[in-house]
């Protein structure tokens, strides 16, 4: 199947889950919910659920079963966007090509959008019934664990503590900033597929060797592109991260250098598939396309 | 036993739990753990705990068994009071007598913070290995549920749209902040007590009314404590209701006449406990004792 094809389908199908299950804007306090849609319908490639579902159809063919945590995945993300955004953290005007949540809702209905976007992740997994309780146990712990204090929150702590201090980049901090503020969510959108289709040990261990490299090479073309990238197809102002002093790769390496990593960790992240005794091809696309991406 | 007694030692406990399980500050990044562990451990009266534990002894002895669960709301609360206190919303300076968190980190720090709490309480929810799965999946369902955009984060969404508006305070409006911002996790903190200790539907549907009732009661005697309590006790500012203008029980009938109403409340909480063909009295007499708290 040609890879385009395949995001562009599965990103449709993600897309009516999350209108279908997200709370109606017709409902009291309407405001509310605008505002925990606008930034989770305002475009987003649905990189998250699309790896979930890629690596759960590895092992099983009904994908449709891990929906419910697929769109968790996207709008967990949704939620660390839209807080980053905020005037305290990184001031972003724009997101996904349109004012950022705070500029169109006021400050705290953001923070609150957000946080309501978070909880109602968790809301979402746990409701499921056509899924055995020991895998949805499972299945959330993994996602808290990467969304977390040793995650998403744990990277974009020391990302904002870094930022504007003047320090000189070290690589363990920039790599603790990679690793976990996009990394282990990256990471546990694959695990979080193989946990659903209850894939064996081993097979788990090469999808998480496989998402670990996925998820820093993603985070090195985010930097790459955040200094050479489109601002038009990447719906967000570039230069960014020079502005506010961010440890970054291109930073750290300059930018070719920077592409020759996010290479060598492409290959190594897909050495980790050939070893699975199944039908890889579809994340080994994805991966590779990711490398290649411009938005 | 002595209602007081019980409550300190409970609270001991809980103090106690919270602590082992909570990311230590000696591990980097040291100042978020810190950050974290500010708030939740600057004091507390940990009802929400204890509500918890008091529910499930209804039913079983084993009450160590919920503690996860107990942990979890009072970090749930907490997370919601660190955003509550944020400049951009109701920019309190003081929480549980100290500085509030924001004033001591930054408003950045204390937004991931709360964000990395109301994550850790799912994290610490998903991770008990004691109890069977399908009832984990019920009991994060109910305290999603409760946390998310149909409870604590909707009430506050109305709470601060409402705010400073200068519109008339109305009943179903103040109703839906009350019930939304505080009743709700009340509600959770005995209805996941009855989940956990396997409670029958009808003596979950007791306990589910009792706590909507204490919930609500809970919310009128905050409203009046802001209005006519003990500052050194309460470890807030009083009077900032009626500074922001919120919609509160003594703006729209003022201090006997919700007195009154908060009477009626905890009597009518108590009539489904006596539903219940077990030995109720200390979630009794905590809701008579929270109907005259001072603090």
Redesign the interface.
Known sequence: MNIKNYLKSKKDEIDKYLESIM?SENK??S???K??NYTLFAGGKRIRPILCIAAYSIFKKDYKKCFSYAAALEIIHTYSLI?DD?P??DNDTVRRGKPSNHIVF????A???A??L???A??TM??VSNI???I???A??NI??A?????I??G???D??KEGKNEDVDIPTLE?IHTHKTGELLKASVTTGAILADATNKEYKHINNFGKWLGLTFQIIDDILDEIGDENKLGKKIGQDSINNKFTYPAIYGIKKSKEIAKKYTQKSISFLEKIDKDTSILENISNFLLKRTY
Do not use: N, R
């Open positions: 709370p009291y306090p405001e509310f919910h505002a925990m807080h905020l305290a953290m006021g400050e705290a209905k923070i609150l959008a946080d309501a978070l909880t109602f968790f809301e746990s409701g055995k309780p020991k949805v146990q499972k959330i712990h808290s664990k969304s977390g204090y040793s995650g929150v744990g974009q702590f020391v904002i503590d603790y």
